[in-house]
């Protein structure tokens, strides 16, 4: 089945702890990238990635971290998570860019950052 | 830079009822144009897109939407809600002309098909 894998699903971590949200797909797409998503604010980029060894900033890098050795892994990093973090995350893929293509989503990690 | 607007949070509607979830853009070039919907818990889903072509767009789950140029807008619409409908819809725009890669999106609409 085709389809793109987050963990874990629910984290609560500390101020300060740094923490790695795991992303996967198995669709053998060249793009990936990281939303969140916040109450009246709908989804916003992080970090998008148009091929292994290849990522940029969306429109909210600030205080995250990612890496594309593989083409179906691209994993989400906060080294000193922050309050204002806690959100909801999503991890996305498609086809070569996104030019007219389906973009297919994780089911989400709710992170809590006290 | 590109937008998206949903300028309802909430659209409540009863079943069997006519549903309509508004979205309006803003682009430099002529937009991409998608709708997802999530439900509680759950990732975002495809419902259909705009690249070209009919204006009227047919997706999945009975959903459809037009693109209206001149209004820069691209409403999703069924003709008969059902209270599985419920859910929050998105609206997403991308600008094929431009440099940037990403996807935006709107707020957000949360539907509510009364029973």
Request: hydrophobic share 30%; proline share 6%.
């Amino acid at each position: 089945e085709a389809q793109v894998t987050q963990n874990p699903r629910y984290l609560i971590t500390v101020t300060g702890k740094k923490l790695t949200v795991t992303c996967s797909q198995n669709m053998n797409h060249e793009y990936m990238s990281w939303y969140r998503q916040d109450p009246g604010l709908g989804l916003r980029q992080i970090y998008y990635s148009m091929n292994v060894e290849v990522t940029d900033k969306g429109d909210v890098p600030e205080g995250y971290k990612v890496s594309r050795k593989e083409k179906r892994n691209f994993p989400l990093i906060l080294e000193s998570p922050s309050p204002n973090q806690t959100s909801l995350y999503f991890c996305a893929s498609s086809l070569q860019g996104i030019v007219g293509n389906t973009i297919y989503f994780g089911e989400g990690s709710w992170l809590t950052v006290v | 830079a590109q937008s998206v607007a949903q300028p309802e949070d909430q659209v409540n509607v009863a079943e069997g009822n006519p549903l309509t979830v508004k979205c309006t853009y803003s682009v430099s070039g002529n937009p991409y144009l998608f709708w997802y919907v999530q439900y509680p818990n759950r990732g975002l889903q495809f419902l259909l897109k705009y690249i070209t072509g009919d204006n009227l767009v047919k997706g999945s789950y009975g959903f459809e939407a037009e693109f209206n140029k001149s209004q820069t807008s691209f409403h999703l619409k069924k003709p008969s809600a059902l209270v599985s409908d419920s859910a929050l819809y998105f609206c997403a725009v991308r600008d094929p002309s431009g440099s940037a890669r990403q996807l935006t999106f709107g707020s957000g609409t949360q539907l509510t098909v009364l029973p």
